[in-house]
């Protein structure tokens, strides 16, 4: 759960890095209860315990009580948050992306470009867009999710 913990306050993307700051890192190595000698875990077999502890009433237990800890020491705010979104490849057929009728004057893009995202919509998915991570790369249909 320690380990868990410092993946969550430190914002570790995958176990992988995880365990190389674990290797690594002297206060990671403190905080878990790791002597400089003592071996890091194997990433497979972290990933497996992991899966299984957090299937369990222990995690959540944990969890809840960090949460109410945090609250009565007051590290909680309302005013700020943070939200980790993802693109979800629509199934919208491309052909079903039409300009709008009334697309505005400025886009929101660099210089006031019109983008393509602000340009057209879908017929069929009102909340699909189409995406261009690069100039180079091909126009995809997303959608924004979390």
């Known amino acids: 759960m320690r380990v868990l913990s410092l993946q969550a306050l430190y914002s570790v993307?995958?176990?992988r890095p995880l365990m190389q700051e674990l290797d690594c890192n002297l206060l990671?190595?403190?905080f878990v209860g790791l002597?400089?000698?003592d071996a890091v875990c194997d990433v497979t077999l972290f990933a497996?315990?992991?899966g299984r502890l957090l299937e369990g009433k222990t995690a959540a237990e944990f969890l809840v009580a960090e949460l109410r800890q945090a609250k009565?020491?007051?590290f909680l705010s309302d005013e700020n948050f943070t939200v980790d979104g993802k693109l979800i490849e629509a199934w919208a057929?491309?052909?079903s992306f039409q300009e709008k009728k009334g697309p505005p004057a400025r886009g929101s893009g660099r210089r006031g470009k019109k983008l393509l995202r602000v340009a057209h919509q879908s017929r069929t998915h009102?909340?699909?867009r189409l995406y261009r991570k690069s100039t180079a790369g091909e126009a995809r249909q997303v959608i924004w999710g979390m």
Request: aromatic share 10%; net charge positive; proline share 0%.
């Open 13 to 15: 993307r995958s176990e």
């Open 28 to 30: 990671f190595r403190w």
């Open 35 to 37: 002597s400089m000698e």
């Open 48 to 50: 497996k315990n992991c």
């Open 72 to 74: 009565e020491h007051g």
């Open 93 to 95: 057929n491309r052909r």
């Open 126 to 128: 009102r909340e699909s």
